[in-house]
Structure formats: C-alpha cells, structure tokens
T-cell receptor, first 113, second 116 residues
Framework: KNQVEQSPQSLIILEGKNCTLQCNYTVSPFSNLRWYKQDTGRGPVSLTIMTFSENTKSNGRYTATLDADTKQSSLHITASQLSDSASYICVVSPKTSYDKVIFGPGTSLSVIP | GAVVSQHPSWVICKSGTSVKIECRSLDFQATTMFWYRQFPKQSLMLMATSNEGSKATYEQGVEKDKFLINHASLTLSTLTVTSAHPEDSSFYIC????????????FGEGSRLTVL
C-alpha cells in the first residue's frame, strides 16, 4: 500500500534555530517528491520538488534531501523565522498516476521568539 | 508561477442551503482539477477529480449528490455543497496540475465553510 509518513508530528523551536523534518514513503514506483508549506487557513504552497535522480534541492532557507534507496526525504530549515510557523506536508507522486499524489499527514512547526 | 484562485475564501450558511465554491486556473488551462477536504490538524483528503467536459470522478465514500462538481471550462471548476449540514463544515481546497511536469500541482487558497 502506498503510504507517506512524516515525523515529528509537531515541533516547537526558537527563532533563529535550525530544524529538520522527516518524510518516509512506501510509494513504488516513484515519480517525484514535493514539500509544501501550508499556513493556517491557506492552501499549500510548493517549496521543493525532486525526482528520484535528485539528492538535494534548495529554495532559500529550505533544503530538501532525498534518498531513493531508503525512501526517505528530509526538509531542513535554516535560521528559522516566525513566519516559518506552518504545517509542512510531504507529497509523493506515484509514477503510474502523476496527478493522484499521496499526502503525508504533515508536521506542524511553531517558531517562537 | 501558475496560480489557482478559489472563491469565496470563507462562507457561512444556514443548514439546508447550498453553497458553491469556485476554483479557477488564472494563467493556464486545466482539463483536470482536484477537490480536497481538510479537517483541523489533518492532511488533505481527495474528494473528487473534476474533468472538463465530462463527469467528475468521486473517491470512495464521497456522496456524489451531496458534492456536485461541474467543470464548465478549461479554467473553471465548481464544487456545490447541496443541502449543507453542520457536519459539512470544513476547509475545502482545489488544485490543478500544470503543464510544467508530472506531479506539478498548484493549490487554491482554500475555502472555509461553516454551516450553522
């Protein structure tokens, strides 16, 4: 069964600190993996997208890594800001159905002053 | 980048009335759009796939007569919650795949429905 798991479920960090969010998936065959940021009451916004051949992708203070062998991905946030407080969702696209993506449950991040 | 717009952002209605939510792709054409429902502190749950010019495809357990979907043009899909009840209160989000590549999904801003 295709699944996407994320950890931790929630995280609280001090402003300025770094943090890493984890995503494990069992989707096979695999097309690509995306990280989205969802602010409360808003739609998800794409941060990064990686295909199976890519190991890392950066977008400003966000850096995503992918290990297709172990089926793991991480999202590293550097020098966190209060505006980083949001839910971060890992989304995996199966190769057989590009549009029927599989959503992880998300990690709720709270950045406090 | 591609933009998907939803309207209204939030709506409050009385029980028994119907509510229509619009999803528009602003700078690209979308023959397919997706509708999701999201409960507090949970991830998005796919409700149905909206297909331009044909019937929508509903996920298992989603009532077709309760959630009417119309994909009238290549840039507009609508979700109508019919005879709404308080348990239909939720956050509804649409998405559309762009032509940028497989898995490229752009999401609307979401619509918060509260049924009194």
């Amino acid at each position: 069964k295709n699944q996407v798991e994320q950890s931790p479920q929630s995280l609280i960090i001090l402003e300025g600190k770094n943090c890493t969010l984890q995503c494990n998936y069992t989707v096979s065959p695999f097309s690509n993996l995306r990280w989205y940021k969802q602010d409360t009451g808003r739609g998800p916004v794409s941060l990064t997208i990686m295909t199976f051949s890519e190991n890392t992708k950066s977008n400003g203070r966000y850096t995503a890594t992918l290990d297709a062998d172990t089926k793991q991905s991480s999202l590293h946030i550097t020098a966190s800001q209060l505006s980083d407080s949001a839910s971060y969702i890992c989304v995996v696209s199966p190769k057989t159905s590009y549009d029927k993506v599989i959503f992880g449950p998300g990690t709720s991040l709270s950045v406090i002053p | 980048g591609a933009v998907v717009s939803q309207h209204p952002s939030w709506v409050i209605c009385k029980s028994g009335t119907s509510v229509k939510i619009e999803c528009r792709s602003l700078d690209f054409q979308a023959t397919t759009m997706f509708w999701y429902r999201q409960f507090p502190k949970q991830s998005l749950m796919l409700m149905a796939t909206s297909n331009e010019g044909s019937k929508a495809t509903y996920e298992q357990g989603v009532e077709k007569d309760k959630f009417l979907i119309n994909h009238a043009s290549l840039t507009l899909s609508t979700l109508t919650v019919t005879s709404a009840h308080p348990e239909d209160s939720s956050f509804y989000i649409c998405s559309a795949p762009s032509t940028g590549g497989p898995g490229e999904l752009f999401f609307g801003e979401g619509s918060r429905l509260t049924v009194l």
